[in-house]
Structures are given as structure tokens and as C-alpha cells.
């Protein structure tokens, strides 16, 4: 199992969490198996950016993102250079250190703040 530290989101998850991961699952499914409601709207195909993520720690160790995982980040809101979608990173043996931003771009078109 490797360990997956969720620094906290005043929503989904107020005071951060240190959860274990399957390597082999994405960050998303472990999110989710974990109670952290993270929202993935186009069901983790990888056809939106609701389930956009920093990692903050083993960026380096992950595989590269896929062309069209880049084309989507794009589009995502708060962007940064350590962004992925998290139903495309797969967990592998390094730790990780991941930020949920606080808005998506649904969440920005709903209202929610």
C-alpha cells in the first residue's frame, strides 16, 4: 500500500487525511473508496476536469500525462504546474501529497463557493 496525504478542502475534506492506496488504482477511485467525495463528472473517462488535483509531493514520480490529459488541464481552473486529473494518475509506490483545489469548474458554474 502507499500512503496518499490529502491536505484539507474546507468541503470535501476539512482536515486532510493520510489514506493507503492499491497501487495500480487511480488517485480518483482511492479518493473516493476513502470518503473523499471528490467530483468526477464525466464518471473518470477523462472528458472533463472535475477531478483536477496538485500533487504537492512525488509529482516527479509519476508517468507523464497523456496529450489528451494536457489538453484538458488546459482547462481546468487554478491550473498549476504539478496539475493532473486524478482519475488518470495511477498510484504507484511513492508517496504522494495531494491538494484538491477549491473550485471546479462545475462548482464555479454552479454557484458553489
Known amino acids: 500500500m502507499t500512503q496518499i ?3 484539507p478542502h474546507v468541503e470535501l475534506c476539512p482536515d486532510g487525511s493520510v489514506i493507503e492506496a492499491e497501487p495500480g488504482k487511480t488517485v480518483c477511485e482511492t479518493l473516493l473508496q476513502h470518503d473523499i ?5 464525466c464518471e473518470m473517462s477523462c472528458a472533463c476536469t472535475t477531478c483536477h488535483v496538485i500533487v ?3 509529482f ?3 508517468p507523464a500525462a497523456e496529450e489528451e490529459e494536457e489538453d484538458l488541464l488546459d482547462k481546468a481552473w ?3 504546474p ?3 486529473l486524478s ?3 495511477e498510484v504507484g509506490d511513492t508517496p504522494l501529497v ?3 483545489p477549491r473550485y471546479t469548474i462545475n462548482m464555479a458554474r454552479e454557484g458553489k463557493h
Open 5 to 7: 496525504t490529502v491536505l
Open 37 to 41: 467525495y471528490i467530483e468526477h463528472a
Open 56 to 58: 504537492r509531493e512525488g
Open 60 to 62: 516527479d514520480s509519476l
Open 78 to 80: 487554478g491550473l498549476e
Open 82 to 84: 504539478r496539475s493532473r
Open 87 to 89: 482519475c488518470q494518475v
Open 98 to 100: 495531494i491538494e484538491i
